[in-house]
């Protein structure tokens, strides 16, 4: 039965392994795939946000501010961290705009990504951006390491204005790699590997990172498959490895990357032996069994001995006092039993009598002990008490001995003097705080006391100097205390630094006279009087504008005895309008307008403000009165505003705008125009923001433009403006107001030029027609040429150029007069216009030479059936009147799917093919691309 368990055991564990082993390399496969998989997707959500963020509006408008574009790019790197640079150049590689403001001035046009995005390679490999990583923080120090990943951007008409270009970092992948292992972060050795489409690591162990492996997994993943095998790496170790290849995703073309995962064949196939041994192991549990079966009949045999072991820990962790009785028929256990509970009967009796003893010498220990901390502790009490006091005085404390030495300094001593307590401790007062020029006098007075005993400055509040540290004197404010202590004495000094309450009182001071000044010298008349109306001040001015230097009566008589009127200055003012009457009574006087007529003097405006006046706890103590002269404003304003009845007359009789917008963007001023081209008056106007008045749209341009007119710039630009008559073409003019250097508002003038626009275009419109044909002529022809060149090299897509003539049509000419030419030509327009798509243009260049541009070509096929089709449309004649004349064409066609193409050379190899297709016999067409040509 033992061989054949054996037997049994080793086939179920090799047909197990040999599965298990499958299975384990499997999932490195499918780890190697997902991580690929990921990468892909991963790319492409970059690839394709960059894509549709090079074409968002506030990209590829040039109206959008700078500061709302780098909001934009900085949202996006918000958006997505592992942006680590994001910007947009214009088309010499210089960067313009970009995240955090890093590059910006910079030339960038070297640098791979901008010269490839032009050619429709927008996504470039792992790379070190050495000038980038110095701007970036970088606390751990490694290598910066980034792809790119740029697109061209355009304006509105399809220009391209420059590369808007992104550096997204590596750190990314390395995401992402952690992601992928992180279900197997128990599995022990599993490493994963990144290697670029020439073999070299771009992410994996320090030993392999950027050099290049040349490993027969890579090879395989090379040819875009997926699996893994078991193979020998250049350490010497053997390692089972999952291998795929990064095939992209949607429209993201991948970078080729081949992602390698592998781990030690010993580990990798560990489960393996661990599964062998379970099933070795369950073979040798019937053994086991029996071994319990005797284990647990000796177990009743000597589980007596086991209860007295409990017994006894018991009885050593003092819970029970003896074991008690036991059933066992072994005699053995008995007398063991007993044995142990004589001994433990005499140990009990020796400790309790070893208890008491310890109990008395510890009752007499603790009361001596009580006895000594009681009465220390109430000394200790008593001299925190004293020193806590000291020490937390708001006052200087210094103690002296009778030697005139320092015995004592707390930590206000401290600040005042800046001596610290251990430096001074034992010092004299004289060496320390007293001035030179008072050292003499304290010394003497010590000496005066040590004979007499007393001194006539112990408890008084004494002013005098003392010197800090630094040797700078100050005023102090001291009380000295004398204490006896038995057959000596010492002296007690509390200190308060008075520099600041000095610094105070003599400002104060100093205020006062300063006020006194002020209100002597300034224009403002100032009266100031006390709670019952007596006038306690008034100032010079306030004399000079009432003409009177009396002292005044009661609140009640001052209009009368001032002459003080309403402000239409011939109403006497009632007593209660009175302004110093109003604060009396508590009211606040805020510019309340009133007339001053002495005898003898002119009348004068004035505007009056006043306060009442009140002590700290609230109590009325007086009023203060302000007036202000406004005699001459008043004559200013009735002057401005009949200058400015003339302005608006002139402004709003003129044929064009004008306005006045502050620096917060709101009308000041509008004139009648506004009105007439808007529907809206002046009135609605003065007070609303542009965006209120013109639109949204406006307001984006208006606040570029203002920035430049804050910097003192007179800008002139033309736009078109929705109005109530339709759309005008406006030419609008706006001066910077700048008044001493600051920027106000600016004055802005717009002149209607629709008509004069209208015909500019209308005459560049003919300027670029064929008369005869109504077809394109040269000039329009170089324009839209050029135009599909840039398209084709944005898409990728093929571009055909066909050179088209009359063949022997100097003949027609000859035979039948340059009108019938004329009609031919018309013909011959009309029948090619026809057999071409509406995406095509067919242009007329002189005489008989016509061009098409034919655009979004996948391969030369497409432009040879155009070419048949242009053909075949001649093989009907032309009614030429009385008579029916055959007309044919040779087209010569230059194709290029290449680029870029310069125009000159696509025009030579077109003029070639036409040459080639005349000499062939004439109607029909000659095919050549730049590197090779093909006859028909």
């Known amino acids: 039965m033992l061989v054949l368990t054996l037997l049994t055991l080793q086939l179920v564990i090799d047909t197990l392994t040999r599965q ?34 090079a074409e968002r509006y506030e990209i590829t408008n040039a109206h959008v501010p700078v500061d709302a574009k780098r909001k934009v790019l900085e949202d996006m790197q918000i958006t997505h961290p592992y942006y680590a640079w994001i910007g947009l150049t214009d088309n010499r590689g210089i960067v313009r705009i970009s995240t955090k403001q890093l590059l910006e001035g910079k030339d960038v046009s070297a640098r791979p990504w901008f010269s490839a995005a032009y050619e429709g390679v927008h996504l470039h490999d792992v790379h070190e951006a050495v000038l980038l990583a110095k701007l970036l923080p970088n606390p751990g120090g490694e290598p910066k390491r980034f792809f790119d990943i740029a697109f061209p951007f355009r304006n509105p008409e399809g220009i391209v204005m420059g590369i808007f270009g992104t550096h997204l970092s590596w750190q990314w992948a390395a995401d992402v790699q952690r992601s992928v292992l992180r279900p197997l972060a128990q599995r022990k050795g599993v490493d994963t590997l990144i290697l670029s489409r020439e073999g070299i690591v771009l992410l994996g162990p320090e030993a392999y990172a950027g050099k290049p492996l040349a490993l027969e997994s890579f090879e395989i993943a090379r040819n875009r498959k997926n699996g893994s095998l078991v193979e020998t790496w250049p350490d010497g170790k053997r390692y089972l490895v999952g291998y795929s290849q990064s095939s992209g995703h949607d429209s993201y073309p991948g970078l080729g990357w081949v992602v390698l995962v592998r781990q030690p064949l010993d580990q990798a196939f560990m489960p393996v032996e661990e599964l ?45 006092r003896e074991i008690p009785p036991i059933r066992s028929r072994l005699t053995e256990v008995q007398i063991l039993q007993h044995a142990l509970n004589a001994l433990l009967a005499k140990l009990l009796s020796n400790e309790q009598d070893l208890r008491d003893l310890n109990a008395t010498l510890e009752r007499r220990v603790t009361q001596r002990t009580v006895e000594l901390a009681n009465a220390a502790d109430e000394l200790r009490k008593g001299e925190q008490r ?40 034992g010092m004299t007062v004289s060496e320390t705080i007293i001035p030179s020029r008072f050292q003499q006098a304290h010394e003497a007075g010590m000496k005066r006391f040590s004979v007499s005993g007393s001194s006539g400055v112990i408890g008084r509040r004494l002013h005098l100097f003392a010197l800090r540290r630094d040797g700078t004197e100050f005023p102090v404010e001291m009380t000295i205390g004398l204490i006896n202590a038995g057959e000596t004495h010492f002296f007690g000094t509390f200190i308060q630094d008075i520099s600041e309450r000095k610094r105070i009182e003599d400002a104060l001071a100093r205020e ?45 008589d001052w209009a009368g005895h001032y002459s003080l009127f309403l402000a239409d200055g011939s109403t006497p003012m009632p007593p209660g309008d009175l302004p110093l009457v109003k604060v009396l009574n508590g009211d606040v006087v805020d510019n309340a307008e009133l007339v001053v007529r002495p005898p003898g003097h002119e009348a004068r405006h004035l505007l009056a403000s006043g306060r009442p006046l009140h002590a700290t706890d609230g109590a009325s103590i007086g009023a203060v009165i302000a007036f202000k002269d406004v005699t001459a404003m008043k004559e200013s304003a009735r002057r401005l505003e009949a200058s400015e009845r003339k302005l608006r007359t002139i402004t709003d009789n003129l044929p064009v705008l004008i306005g006045y917008i502050d620096k917060d963007g709101r009308y000041l001023f509008a004139n009648a125009t506004y009105e007439d081209w808007f529907g809206l008056s002046s009135a609605d106007i003065v007070g609303k923001t542009v965006r209120e008045v013109m639109g949204e749209e406006f307001d984006v341009h208006h606040q570029g433009v203002m920035q430049r007119n804050a910097m003192g710039e007179t800008v002139s630009f033309e736009m078109k403006i929705p109005g109530a008559t339709g759309i005008r073409i406006v030419e609008v003019t706006r001066i910077p107001d700048h008044v001493e250097g600051s920027y106000r508002g600016v004055y802005v003038l717009g002149a209607d030029v629709s008509a004069a626009r209208l015909h500019e275009e209308e005459l560049s419109r003919l300027a670029r027609i064929d008369t005869l044909t109504g077809l394109p002529n040269r000039r329009a022809y170089q324009e839209r040429l050029e135009a599909a060149l840039q398209r084709a090299r944005r898409s990728g897509q093929g571009v055909a150029l066909m050179f088209l003539d009359v063949d022997h049509f100097k003949q027609v000419n000859d035979t039948l007069g340059h009108a019938a030419g004329d009609t031919v030509l018309q013909e011959f327009a009309r029948r090619v216009k026809g057999a071409v798509r509406v995406t095509d243009t067919v242009c007329r260049l002189a005489g008989d030479e016509f061009t098409v541009i034919l655009e979004g070509l996948k391969s030369s096929d497409e432009a040879v059936l155009v070419g048949d089709k242009i053909v075949k449309a001649f093989a009907r004649p032309f009614d030429m009147g009385k008579t029916q004349r055959r007309v044919s064409t040779s087209i010569g066609i230059a194709f290029a799917s290449a680029f870029p193409v310069a125009i000159s050379a696509l025009e030579e190899t077109a003029d070639r093919a036409l040459y080639g297709a005349k000499r062939e016999g004439r109607g029909r067409h000659a095919l050549l691309t730049l590197c090779l040509s093909v006859g028909s």
């Open 512 to 556: 006062r006279e300063l006020l006194k000044a002020v209100m002597q010298s300034i224009d403002v008349g100032v009266v100031v009087c006390s709670g019952s109306g007596e006038v306690l001040m008034l100032n010079r001015a306030a004399k000079a504008i009432h003409a009177r230097r009396d002292a005044p009566h009661s609140p009640e």
């Open 276 to 320: 062998r041994s379970k099933i070795l192991w369950t073979g040798v549990g019937a053994a086991v069994v029996v071994s319990l079966l005797v284990w647990m009949f000796s177990r009743t045999i000597v589980r007596p001995l086991g209860t007295i072991t409990r017994h006894a820990d018991a009885l050593r962790a003092g819970m029970v």
């Open 386 to 425: 004293v020193r806590a006091i000291i020490d937390t005085a708001l006052d200087a404390f210094v103690g002296v001995d009778a030697a005139g030495r320092i015995s004592d300094w707390n930590p206000r001593a401290e600040e005042i003097f800046g001596w610290r307590r251990e430096e001074v401790l």
């Open 20 to 53: 298990v082993e499958v299975d384990i390399s499997r999932d490195l496969a499918e780890l190697a795939f997902q991580t690929t998989d990921k990468l892909d997707r991963g790319m492409y959500e970059r690839y394709r946000e960059v894509k549709l963020m």
